[in-house]
């Protein structure tokens, strides 16, 4: 995260990055690989923002809005349906989010999964939770194991809870 900011990161910036690698860190990945992990949390996130079908755009009134949604639906529903039959049926939800939190906690769950498949062949040098089973749920965002406690670091819309 620090990479993408610079000199202009500040101590809530230290914060979330410390808190982030702190998490991967008692997962299991080592030092580099927490770090990396940490860049492709911020990315997901990002990208997920980014890329909610429907959301507002900076600039735009409602009926600008309104009609860029129609555009894009038609786009998405103009193919032949014989052979496009999927993505006529995936036409609404590809341009707008009826479920926010049902998109953005089924991207979360994508990441998050892929973390603990991950998680789960690291060597147990780099584990600091010693023989403590670890636990990845998403409820947008807890990382957790079975220790207890627990610090938060709000990061946007979300938080991440080590536990």
């Not at 707008?96 to 147990?124: I, K, N, T």
Request: proline residues 9%; aromatic residues 10%.
């Amino acid at each position: 995260m620090l990479t993408r900011i610079g000199a202009g990161c500040n101590k809530g910036c230290f914060d979330v990055t410390e808190a982030t690698l702190a998490v991967f860190g008692r997962l299991g990945f080592p030092p580099d690989q927490a770090a990396h992990l940490s860049l492709q949390a911020l990315w997901t996130l990002v990208s997920l923002v980014g890329s909610e079908p429907g959301a507002p755009q900076p600039g735009l009134g409602a009926d600008d809005q309104a009609e860029k949604e129609r555009s894009r639906r038609a786009t998405f529903l103009s193919p032949a349906p014989a052979r496009y039959p999927r993505l006529i049926a995936a036409a609404p939800a590809l341009t707008r989010c009826e479920e926010p939190d049902a998109f953005y906690g089924l991207g979360l769950e994508v990441f998050l999964a892929g973390v603990a498949r991950l998680a789960e062949s690291q060597p147990a040098r780099w584990k600091t939770c010693r023989r403590t089973p670890v636990y990845i749920t998403c409820s947008l965002f807890r990382l957790s194991d079975s220790r207890g406690g627990s610090t938060c670091v709000p990061f946007g819309g979300f938080s991440w809870s080590p536990q």
